[in-house]
């Protein structure tokens, strides 16, 4: 029986090995490089990729941006080692679940209600600026909320849990999440499906054609806790929809704070290590962490916004 268990485990974890892909360390921002506007372009390539498998939506300058959110992992799993995929494979052998039932590697993360409501707005702000100084116009909020489609979609409320990682499989540089809280900006609502069985994606054709607008556009950035240190996360997402195209582009890299904001932790069988963060220390490393993680997602975005890629004739 056991030797059936162990058996199995083997073909689970290789099936994993195919899932979880290669990783890239995340880097602390002392050491990332991006303390200038150039530098920042530089590394964008290397912290933001497109979807591989859709074709790049290009030549839009006319925005209707749908969705502004802060995704905060509350719940994670975070490998001993620095090797933060193993987590994955660590799950689905039997020793290892057994373990994480117990708590071992099972992270919660205390984000005070009233910190994590900040975020979503400066963020906003601060990707908004750099949009207009990348040459992208975003259509008024009051447009896109006045057409039809935009009533066929379906909302979730501020401070939504997304469950829908309870069972994920797929690690990251930083561990793998598990439950999230999502903050949208003021002014934008959460997008969470549609009304009549379209996906959001055919409600966002059918928008541009009512606002006559080059491509819809959803952001989701993310946020949590690595070790001791702040973390702007890898699956942060940017999401493209033209009439011709539709795909996104995501963070595939961790940035993390060389701060500690982690002020007390404490084990609890099953429910694993409580992080309580200070949230002081939080604030200010985040402030630090966003303006270039942020820049670094606008600037992709808009190279992929233009007619004819850079460095092509």
């Given at each position: 029986?056991?030797?059936?268990?162990?058996?199995?485990?083997?073909?689970?974890?290789?099936?994993?090995?195919?899932?979880?892909?290669?990783?890239?360390?995340?880097?602390?921002?002392?050491?990332?490089?991006?303390?200038?506007?150039?530098?920042?372009?530089?590394?964008?390539p290397?912290?933001?990729?497109?979807?591989?498998?859709?074709?790049?939506?290009r030549?839009?300058?006319n925005?209707?941006?749908?969705?502004?959110?802060?995704?905060?992992?509350?719940?994670?799993?975070?490998?001993?080692s620095?090797?933060?995929?193993?987590?994955?494979?660590?799950?689905?052998?039997?020793?290892?679940?057994?373990?994480?039932?117990?708590?071992?590697?099972?992270?919660?993360?205390?984000?005070?209600?009233?910190?994590r409501?900040?975020?979503?707005?400066?963020?906003?702000?601060?990707?908004?600026?750099?949009?207009?100084?990348?040459?992208?116009?975003?259509?008024?909020?009051?447009?896109?909320?006045?057409?039809?489609?935009?009533k066929?979609?379906?909302?979730?409320?501020?401070?939504?849990?997304?469950?829908?990682?309870?069972?994920?499989?797929?690690?990251?540089?930083?561990?793998?999440?598990?439950?999230?809280?999502?903050?949208p900006?003021?002014g934008?609502?959460?997008?969470?499906?549609?009304?009549?069985?379209?996906?959001?994606?055919?409600v966002?054709?059918?928008?541009?054609?009512?606002?006559?607008?080059?491509?819809?556009?959803?952001?989701?950035?993310?946020?949590?806790?690595?070790?001791?240190?702040?973390?702007?996360?890898?699956?942060?997402?940017?999401?493209?929809?033209?009439?011709?195209?539709?795909?996104?582009?995501?963070?595939?890299?961790?940035?993390?704070?060389?701060?500690?904001?982690?002020?007390?932790?404490?084990?609890?069988?099953?429910?694993?290590?409580?992080?309580?963060?200070?949230?002081?220390?939080?604030?200010?490393?985040?402030?630090?962490?966003?303006?270039?993680?942020?820049?670094?997602?606008?600037h992709?975005?808009?190279?992929?916004?233009?007619?004819?890629?850079?460095?092509?004739?």
């Amino acid at each position: 029986m056991i030797l059936r268990m162990w058996r199995h485990s083997i073909v689970v974890v290789l099936g994993l090995i195919g899932l979880v892909g290669c990783h890239q360390p995340a880097s602390s921002l002392s050491k990332a490089n991006l303390d200038d506007a150039a530098k920042v372009k530089e590394a964008a390539p290397s912290y933001w990729e497109h979807d591989p498998n859709s074709v790049a939506a290009r030549d839009f300058k006319n925005v209707a941006l749908l969705e502004f959110a802060v995704e905060y992992v509350t719940e994670k799993l975070e490998s001993l080692s620095d090797n933060q995929p193993g987590v994955v494979i660590h799950e689905f052998i039997p020793i290892g679940f057994a373990t994480s039932m117990a708590g071992a590697g099972r992270i919660r993360v205390q984000i005070e209600e009233g910190l994590r409501k900040e975020f979503p707005d400066e963020m906003y702000r601060y990707f908004s600026e750099r949009a207009a100084a990348e040459g992208i116009r975003f259509v008024s909020p009051e447009s896109i909320k006045a057409t039809k489609a935009y009533k066929s979609l379906n909302f979730g409320k501020p401070g939504h849990v997304d469950l829908g990682h309870a069972f994920n499989v797929a690690g990251t540089d930083v561990g793998v999440p598990r439950l999230l809280v999502i903050e949208p900006a003021k002014g934008f609502d959460l997008i969470l499906g549609t009304k009549d069985g379209r996906s959001i994606e055919q409600v966002e054709k059918e928008m541009l054609k009512e606002l006559g607008a080059d491509a819809a556009v959803r952001v989701r950035f993310r946020v949590s806790v690595y070790r001791q240190v702040a973390s702007m996360e890898k699956w942060s997402i940017v999401r493209v929809t033209k009439d011709s195209s539709v795909g996104f582009h995501f963070a595939e890299r961790s940035l993390l704070s060389d701060e500690k904001v982690v002020k007390k932790e404490d084990f609890l069988p099953v429910a694993g290590i409580i992080k309580q963060i200070d949230s002081d220390a939080y604030r200010a490393a985040i402030k630090k962490l966003y303006p270039p993680f942020i820049s670094m997602a606008v600037h992709t975005l808009a190279e992929h916004a233009m007619a004819t890629p850079q460095g092509t004739n």
